[in-house]
């Protein structure tokens, strides 16, 4: 029984010691580079977000052609005295147009901890259809080692899509047809916090709706504020010309 118990435990140690050579041994001398984008979900396991997105049909500034997105790099070990360069790396299966987006210089500065890579994205009008995908990874040079190994990858998603809501067909007598533009505006309009009515059902407190999560019932005695935040909507579009696409050609856009 001894021997057996004994024989136990040497192939425990030895299975233990295998799966030890997976593990990253961090050397006090070297300096290790990792994306440290927060993740906004709290409850998420992991601290750092290995994926992000922007829709600049979204962005409450419509006009806007370009949008710099800035991304915290982290290094672990020691700051040095020096500026230093890390290896990011554009992987093969990125989806993007290379005239339309630019890298700033992938540099550690001098005592620093953290830095930040500048990503510019020029809005195309490929973005109306089609993703700007950016695989980025960060790889070993002579200045620093990769580290964190859950973040060392980091996915970078743009577009201009602004598909329809789920919520439009219930309020479509309000809205109309679809129209981007229409839902633009209203992003802007009823944004989070514009309306303090608290949850019908649950008495939850407010605010919890907004333009991504509207009121389940198109109804004006249940939803008096979002009926007048739409009456302001419907305002906008009598005050100003606006058409489908820019399009002059077509009809301007009205509300019911």
């Not at 830095?115 to 950016?134: F, G, P």
């Not at 899509?161 to 992003?187: A, C, D, H």
């Not at 305002?235 to 019911?256: A, C, M």
Request: glycine letters at 4%.
């Amino acid at each position: 029984m001894r021997k057996f118990i004994l024989f136990f435990c040497v192939l425990f140690l030895l299975n233990a010691c295998k799966e030890n050579e997976n593990i990253l041994q961090y050397d006090k001398e070297s300096s290790y580079v990792y994306f440290a984008y927060s993740n906004p979900n709290k409850r998420a396991i992991e601290r750092y977000a290995d994926s992000i997105y922007y829709g600049f049909a979204l962005d409450p500034d419509v006009q806007i052609k370009e949008k710099t997105i800035a991304i915290p790099i982290r290094i672990g070990g020691s700051a040095k005295a020096a500026d230093r360069s890390y290896n990011l790396v554009i992987e093969d299966s990125s989806r993007f147009d290379a005239g339309a987006v630019k890298f700033s210089k992938t540099v550690i500065g001098a005592d620093k901890y953290i830095d930040t890579l500048y990503i510019s994205l020029q809005r195309t009008a490929k973005m109306l259809s089609e993703q700007t995908v950016l695989y980025l990874s960060l790889k070993g040079n002579d200045e620093f080692m990769p580290g964190n190994l859950h973040n060392q990858k980091l996915t970078v998603i743009v577009d201009d899509i602004l598909n329809e809501p789920i919520w439009w067909s219930t309020w479509k007598n309000y809205f109309g047809p679809y129209q981007k533009e229409v839902f633009q505006r209203w992003i802007q309009i009823y944004y989070l916090g514009a309306d303090p009515s608290p949850e019908l059902i649950t008495n939850a407190p407010g605010p919890i709706y907004y333009w991504n999560n509207m009121p389940s019932s198109a109804s004006p005695s249940w939803y008096p504020i979002t009926i007048t935040y739409i009456q302001v909507l419907k305002q906008y579009f009598l005050d100003n010309e606006v058409y489908p696409g820019g399009d002059s050609t077509k009809e301007r856009i009205l509300l019911p």
